[in-house]
């Protein structure tokens, strides 16, 4: 069943802050990279699920940044929102920002781009809401995605390929 009634990347965008605590923290005092990547998967799942009124799961996480080191005592805030939706998955986007509270300095340390996918009780994917851009950025973002999209397809296909021929041989 298709859904006629298209939604905008600001209806369903998350924003999501955390502080920087002796937990989260390697023996430098440096945020873990898993630990950031935990709320970038719960931040990316917040947009999904309010994107497509569904319960979604993680299908993949394609790219992952980290540009700076964030410490402890940091705020870190996590901005995501639906750069698509295809039919049954969506590309969501999302950056992290490291913020010292004591001097305001804030800087943009991480981007991810994860595909979740609505699914039914059973686990089955269910089609999802289609998404009308409506800034610039977000109309580039629009963009952008099918571009990952078809070369995250072609790479799949390649791979494929060439196992079939490893295992033929
Ligand atoms: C994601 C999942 C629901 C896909 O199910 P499936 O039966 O393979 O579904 P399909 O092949 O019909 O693909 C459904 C959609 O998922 C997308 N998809 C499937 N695997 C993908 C992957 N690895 N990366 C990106 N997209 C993927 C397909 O492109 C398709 O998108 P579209 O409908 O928008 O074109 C299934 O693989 C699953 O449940 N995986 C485990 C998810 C999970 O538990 N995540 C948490 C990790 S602990």
Redesign the pocket.
């Known amino acids: 069943m298709q859904h006629t009634v298209n939604k905008t990347p600001s209806e369903s965008s998350v924003e999501m802050t955390e502080l920087v605590l002796p937990n989260d923290t390697n023996q430098l005092g440096n945020l873990l990279g898993g630990r950031l990547m935990h709320w970038i998967d719960i931040a990316a799942a917040l947009v999904a699920m309010r994107h497509s009124g569904r319960v979604c ?4 996480v394609d790219e992952i940044n980290f540009f700076e080191p964030i410490k402890i005592g940091h705020v870190v805030t996590l901005q995501a929102m639906v750069n698509r939706a ?4 969506m590309e969501i986007g999302v950056r992290a920002w490291r913020e010292d509270p004591l001097n305001n300095s804030r800087i943009q340390t991480s981007k991810a781009y994860l ?1 979740f ?1 609505a ?1 039914d009780n059973y ?1 089955k ?1 269910l089609p999802v809401p289609q998404l009308s851009p409506v800034t610039e950025n977000e109309k580039r973002r629009y963009e952008e995605a099918a571009l990952r999209r078809e070369q ?2 072609k790479h799949r296909e390649l791979l494929q390929t060439m196992r079939l021929g490893e295992q033929a041989s």
Not at 57 to 60: F, W
Not at 86 to 89: G, R, W, Y
């Open positions: 799961v993680t299908a993949s295809f039919t049954t998955s595909t996918v699914i686990g994917p995250r397809l």
